[in-house]
């Protein structure tokens, strides 16, 4: 069965460079969410996109910024990467019709290392 | 791959016997409860999932109460397996909502 992709796995960058996450949801799921999992921690939710329009938002530095395409692709931009945005960033989809009781599936996720 | 929980509260058990991990929740409006399994350099799996207006939930060997007097949520791992060994984290979502809000994680260690 398809699952959720995320590119790239792996991604090292400097200190105030930009990075760009990319998440490619199971298809015909129409939510997608963003969480932040640090070394040793919980995952944090970040922002989630539903048909395309936000539909919540959690602790996501302004310096973040996100947005779901027409497709359902999600894109999470990182401007100004600090050293403690080194996390491992999961993206999670869910689908129709949207309700606290649909399952979220998570991906692999992105291990950004910020130098 | 990268460790996850590197300093999270660490269950272990022996193979064979069964395993209870505890998961207090904050929010007394969250009405649904799942539990994921993480191994490391992986995304969060779904393991097993209950709604408020139920006090327990059973899947395949797991096992999840909810006790909403005291927010509490629990997962039981009947005869506990090698494969098991993974961080295990409980999380909470409210109706209307868009978000899951993630528990402590507890490592789980199945000794041979």
């Known amino acids: 069965a398809a699952g959720v992709i995320q590119s790239p796995r792996h991604l090292i960058k400097e200190k105030r460079e930009t990075a760009t996450l990319k998440c490619y949801p199971i298809p015909r799921h129409d939510t997608v969410y963003w969480y932040q999992q640090g070394p040793g921690q919980d995952p944090q939710f970040l922002i989630s996109f539903y048909e395309k329009m936000q539909s919540d938002k959690g602790s996501i530095p302004d310096r973040f910024s996100a947005q779901q395409f027409s497709d359902y692709h999600s894109e999470l931009n990182m401007s100004s990467l600090e050293l403690g945005d080194s996390a491992l960033y999961f993206c999670a989809s869910s689908p129709p019709p949207w309700g606290a009781y649909n399952e979220q599936f998570f991906g692999p996720g992105t291990r950004l290392t910020v130098l | 791959g990268e460790s996850v929980g590197l300093h999270l509260p660490t269950l272990s058990v022996q193979e064979g016997d069964n395993s209870i991990i505890n998961c207090a929740y904050s929010?007394?409006?969250?009405?649904?409860f799942i539990w994921y399994k993480q191994e490391s350099g992986k995304g969060p799996q779904f393991i097993i999932d209950?709604?408020?207006?139920?006090d327990k939930r059973q899947g395949q060997r797991v096992t999840v109460l909810l006790n909403k007097t005291v927010k509490h949520l629990s997962l039981q791992i009947a005869a506990t397996q090698p494969g098991d060994s993974a961080v295990y984290f409980c999380?909470?979502?409210?109706?209307?909502?868009?978000?899951?809000?993630f528990g402590t994680g507890t490592r789980l260690k199945v000794l041979a």
């Open positions: 999380a909470e979502s409210t109706s209307g909502t868009y978000k899951y809000i």
């Open positions: 209950i709604r408020s207006n139920m």
């Open positions: 929010n007394s409006a969250s009405d649904y």
